[in-house]
């Protein structure tokens, strides 16, 4: 896969539904504004997109779920997202779990 959209698409036909915004200290599903916060969900997976001529086209997809709210969903930021005015339990759960 090489682009965004199959990426989201193939997240989306595995169940990852639900999309996040990320805040300083949680997540947050942006249908409802649920907040979760680290410890009550994992990366699964990630996927790093870098622009062929312009460093702006970088991005990063976050795979992502939660057994505590029954739900999977993506996180969709810029490459080498800012940790800046980001708590550091939030940058260590943003790190995806090795199985």
Known sequence: MTTLSEVTNLLKNRGYTVEF???QDHLECLHDQKKI??????VDKHYR?????????????????????NLKGVLIGGYGISSEGMSSEMMKALDEKKV
């Open 21 to 23: 915004n990320l805040k």
């Open 37 to 42: 916060f680290p410890g009550e969900f994992i």
């Open 49 to 69: 997109f870098e622009g062929i001529s312009d460093p702006g086209d970088e991005a990063i997809v976050f795979a992502i779920s939660s057994e505590k709210h």
